[in-house]
């Protein structure tokens, strides 16, 4: 293992460690069958104590590969983050609308239509403002009086704030 800004990052080795402690162990079930040939040996106890070695040796491989996935994840994660870094650091701003461009002439080639539209001109009301219906009573008194009833300004001055 080495420690990197506070991460412990297993190395590339912890991998082949395993596959030596697995092979090693193996070795010794397989003594370990050969001495149960004994028939003082042969016994139940010592049987357990095979299952045993196996399941330590089944947990042990358990831990040292979740061991070994979270640190490739936290190593994939700052690579990513150098990566992401780098690329917007050498990105220029404008080149979105080399993207949009490019994106229109697909759509083109496909025979869709353009997704690029402007609206000028276009007063934006509410929905209040739609579905009242005093909205029309009032632009009628404003229009016959030149002027709001209450406040005394015009209806053009209204709406310029």
């Given at each position: 293992?080495?420690?990197?800004?506070?991460?412990?990052?297993?190395d590339?080795?912890?991998l082949?460690?395993?596959?030596?402690?697995?092979?090693?162990?193996e070795?010794?079930?397989?003594?370990m069958?050969?001495?149960?040939?004994?028939?003082?040996l042969?016994?139940?106890?010592f049987?357990?104590?095979?299952?045993?070695?196996r399941?330590?040796?089944?947990?042990?491989?358990?831990?040292?590969?979740d061991?070994?996935?979270?640190?490739?994840q936290?190593?994939m994660?700052k690579?990513?983050?150098?990566?992401?870094a780098?690329?917007?650091?050498?990105?220029?701003?404008?080149d979105?609308?080399?993207?949009?461009?490019?994106?229109?002439?697909?759509?083109?080639?496909?025979?869709?239509?353009?997704?690029i539209?402007?609206?000028?001109?276009?007063r934006?009301?509410?929905?209040?403002?739609?579905?009242?219906?005093?909205?029309?009573?009032t632009?009628?008194?404003e229009?016959?009086?030149?002027?709001?009833n209450e406040s005394?300004?015009?209806?053009?001055?209204?709406r310029?704030?």
């Amino acid at each position: 293992m080495r420690l990197q800004k506070g991460l412990v990052v297993m190395d590339r080795n912890a991998l082949g460690y395993l596959v030596d402690l697995n092979r090693n162990v193996e070795g010794a079930l397989a003594l370990m069958e050969k001495l149960a040939e004994y028939p003082e040996l042969n016994t139940e106890e010592f049987i357990i104590y095979q299952s045993y070695l196996r399941e330590y040796l089944a947990d042990t491989n358990m831990v040292v590969i979740d061991a070994l996935a979270e640190s490739e994840q936290e190593t994939m994660m700052k690579a990513y983050r150098e990566r992401t870094a780098w690329e917007k650091r050498i990105r220029d701003p404008d080149d979105c609308y080399l993207d949009v461009r490019n994106r229109e002439e697909e759509l083109r080639k496909q025979g869709q239509p353009s997704r690029i539209g402007l609206l000028i001109g276009m007063r934006q009301m509410t929905r209040e403002e739609i579905l009242s219906s005093s909205f029309e009573d009032t632009e009628e008194a404003e229009t016959a009086t030149g002027h709001d009833n209450e406040s005394g300004q015009s209806a053009n001055e209204q709406r310029r704030y």
